[in-house]
T-cell receptor, first 110, second 119 residues
Framework: QKEVEQDPGPLSVPEGAIVSLNCTYS??????FMWYRQYSRKGPELLMY????GNKEDGRFTAQVDKSSKYISLFIRDSQPSDSATYLC??????????FGQGTRLTINP | GAVVSQHPSRVICKSGTSVKIECRSL??????MFWYRQFPKKSLMLMAT?????????EQGVEKDKFLINHASLTLSTLTVTSAHPEDSSFYIC???????????????FGSGTRLTVV
């Protein structure tokens, strides 16, 4: 079983739709949870991070963590074509290396 | 915010030659740097972790003699692909993490990546 599972998609939605991206993980010791956005041929950029169960909101983005289910989500409201990218979840523990999901390719259609 | 500069962004080299990729933290001291490889439409594959002043720790299956990593200062790490072959063609990305910065979001800043093509 992989440490982090993420549906690679591709996911295609119309502009303005709410997008839901998800990851599951297997190790309950993971402490912090991140979402990165990666445009084609670019390095990943940090979108959201959180340490605890619950929701964290930043503009149109909401990160949700459910530690009891080992499930994390990223919601994008009022999606825009510029949101089209690959979204990677990343999970970490202490000072150890991050474990990345496979990434979900998202396309927002005008 | 934390910025990591990676150069070159693209490089084409002949088979058998060596290529050096640089990763610099511009506005913070990076105690730890990570080197990743990414295949098309795939996630990041960690190659090695380097701490300033010490030898890099390579992930299983990564040839340390082929992928030489040097982290001689707190702001610079280099990855040298030695005797490159076409199968080494890939997207290489570095990530830097600063010590003593407190929150984890200040770390794990990624460079913009280097696309290596070996012909």
């Amino acid at each position: 079983q992989k440490e982090v599972e993420q549906d690679p998609g591709p996911l295609s939605v119309p502009e303005g739709a709410i997008v839901s991206l998800n990851c599951t993980y297997s190790n309950s010791a993971f402490q912090y949870f991140m979402w990165y956005r990666q445009y084609s041929r670019k390095g990943p950029e940090l979108l959201m991070y959180t340490y605890s169960s619950g929701n964290k909101e930043d503009g149109r983005f909401t990160a949700q963590v459910d530690k009891s289910s080992k499930y994390i989500s990223l919601f994008i409201r009022d999606s825009q074509p510029s949101d089209s990218a690959t979204y990677l979840c990343a999970i970490g523990q202490g000072a150890q290396k991050l474990v990345f999901g496979q990434g979900t390719r998202l396309t927002i259609n005008p | 915010g934390a910025v990591v500069s990676q150069h070159p962004s693209r490089v084409i080299c002949k088979s058998g030659t060596s290529v050096k990729i640089e990763c610099r933290s511009l506005d913070f001291q990076a105690t730890t740097m990570f080197w990743y490889r990414q295949f098309p439409k795939k996630s990041l594959m960690l190659m090695a972790t380097s701490n300033e002043g010490s030898k890099a720790t390579y992930e299983q299956g990564v040839e340390k003699d082929k992928f030489l990593i040097n982290h001689a200062s707190l702001t610079l790490s280099t990855l040298t692909v030695t005797s490159a072959h076409p199968e080494d063609s890939s997207f290489y990305i570095c990530s830097a993490r600063g010590g003593g910065q407190g929150t984890v979001n200040a770390g794990y800043t990624f460079g913009s990546g280097t696309r290596l093509t070996v012909v």
